[in-house]
């Protein structure tokens, strides 16, 4: 199967670090995009592989051998768990299986925080720096602070394995660290202590974030 | 068990047409919640009970009597799925539930734009109209006509009975009818011919959208 992705996606990273645990790296073709800045705010230019693979025209972005197109990452997370992973990272039912799936839905509501802060900041740098929005940034910034108060309130239950709900997590912690100055660890130390042990896992260390590859961009200079 | 709406929201539309389609409308109550228009930028006063069942802050949001939290609503249509609708509307396992999947996918890509969109238009009614992207707002524009070209090609392998994938695509159809101008009928005759029929069903006809309750502002006046 083939997966599009960038490294300094954390989406991406959600489904990257699950190949990893469910051992079947070598099961999947990783194929990589790029992403000029203007992608903040505009349609950027898709390789047509990357267009045939998704309309959202967002990674992850998954095919199968036999032709399914999964274009988010928890339902391609959801796929390698039930296809390939036996349920490991997830049970099939029951109420592990929720208490799991709503770790994975406060820790997306902070990961697509993320994004559009990220997106936003985008408008300053390589876009039209008027139309950014300081509130719209805050919006973000307390959507992400009350996700990760909710998060050190549930960091307690996590199980002694992997699972889907804690790859999601993972993932929102590294992208504070990685992209933005966010100080997240003092106001949350039951959470940065097992990030600080999650953050080890083989499957972790070789996922980590990297910038993203750029390209010139066709419509309007990149300014960094 | 509790659900937090709005009328206007798609994004609990697809929850409430799952309601009804499974036949659970007396064991979930709907509790409203009010967004001004300053939604589209700042975070705005949440009720108490609100904020306690989400720390994201988004609706749909689902409280189970046994005290399980679910924030997005393609994970609260899973759960009713499962624990009450006998995987009616998507099978636990297997081919086909991968092929629902996928167009649920699609489908919140489209509803996620259209929110984005409305967001970005909050910015010249509601708040400061410099920071109104044209750009961005063509961005959404045009991953909702992606999604939408895509889901034409896959109208015709919709059942015959409804699933969790007709029901995304129908609150996207749904909600450009209502909220927008858009003309998306004639680049879509087959999604149309779809859609004009499972319009008719009682559980869409039971949601049809509503304009969102407002209320008095605390921050700065709500212009329209």
New interface residues.
Partial sequence: MKLFVTPASSFVRKVRISIFEIGIESEVEIIQTRWPHTW????VPFRADFAEAT????IPALVTD?G?????S??IC??LN?EYGDYRLCP??G?ER??I??V???A???LEAQVARRAEKL?LSA??P????A??E??ML??QQ??Y??LEEMAPSFGAAPDLGQIAVAAACGISDFRFADVWRPDTPQLAAWYDRFRERPSMRATEPQETPTEPDRVMPAAS
């Fill in positions: 903040g705010f505009q349609t309309p959202v025209g967002r036999d399914i197109h999964l274009t988010d928890s339902t959801e796929y039930a099939a039912v109420a929720w208490r799936l709503s994975v839905s406060i997306n509501g902070l408008r876009g039209n008027i139309e950014y929005s509130d719209f805050r919006k307390e959507r009350r996700c108060a909710a």
